[in-house]
């Protein structure tokens, strides 16, 4: 029985380092690990929509939908 | 690296010529770089969402001015770089004494050839922006051009109005102490 339990402590313990192992990453250098940061940023889409409300002044005919051919809107 | 091609063709566009899939190209091919360059720069969500509605504005206000002798991307990230400079010093936000710290991490054992290792991804980007804010305004910045691939270290050193050679010297301290931070908060 205390057999039983120590096997399943140590198999408990192996699945948790080969899960940890699955879950590290490594970055060779500070911009490759920005770059992968970066990646995973998504840019807010308010931002979009705040410019192309205030961005009316500028040629308006041109770029009254502009925000449009982003969004397909 | 961008492509000289794309420069010229929308430099050679007089201001009327602009329609609005030139504006939406324009924000969609660089709007990720800058709101991530301004994100980890202040280091503030809104205000890096503020700022890159700030610096889109202008640039379109300004596309009269752009006259193709630099990328598009490295003319945006100059309107960038120059607006995050202002509202940091106008803030006086950051408390850190990075210079003194730098000269820390510059003294001790190199480790920039050692891997940066993380076991999780899910709070990496609170990891990296303890790790960036702990840096001077130069360090930070170099780290985060150098980051971007399209751009050359001739482009970043014009960024930054440094020489390619001592863009390059810096980098690698500055490497030296993201690293050492980056330990630091793991």
């Known amino acids: 029985m205390k057999q039983q339990t120590k096997l399943s402590q140590k198999q408990e313990h192996i699945e948790e380092q080969q899960t940890q192992t699955n879950l590290t990453k490594e970055f060779a250098s500070a911009e490759e690990l920005l770059r992968f940061d970066a990646a995973q940023t998504a840019v807010p889409p308010e931002i979009a929509q705040r410019l192309q409300k205030n961005s009316t002044d500028i040629h308006p005919p041109q770029l009254r939908s502009w925000w449009k051919n982003l969004f397909g809107g | ?186």
């Open chain 2, 1 to 186: 690296m961008n492509e000289p091609v794309a420069c010229e063709s929308i430099g050679a566009k007089t201001p009327p010529a602009w329609a609005a899939q030139d504006l939406a190209d324009l924000y969609d091919e660089h709007s990720r770089a800058i709101y991530y360059l301004a994100l980890r720069f202040l280091g503030d969500p809104q205000k890096a969402e503020d700022a890159t509605h700030d610096v889109f504005l202008k640039a379109f206000r300004r596309l009269d001015q752009f006259r193709g002798e630099a990328s598009v991307r490295t003319w945006l990230y100059r309107i960038a770089i120059n607006h995050c400079q202002n509202l940091c010093q106008s803030w006086n936000h950051r408390h850190v004494q990075a210079n003194s710290d730098d000269a820390i991490w510059e003294t001790t054992p190199a480790k920039t050839d050692s891997p940066l290792r993380v076991l999780e991804t899910k709070e990496l980007g609170q990891h990296i922006q303890k790790s960036l804010d702990a840096l001077s305004d130069e360090y930070r910045l170099l780290l985060l051009l150098v980051a971007d691939e399209e751009l050359s270290y001739d482009e970043i050193a014009a960024l930054v109005g440094q020489s390619a050679d001592a863009v390059r010297g810096k980098l690698h301290r500055a490497r030296k102490a993201f690293a050492a931070h980056f330990e630091k908060t793991l």
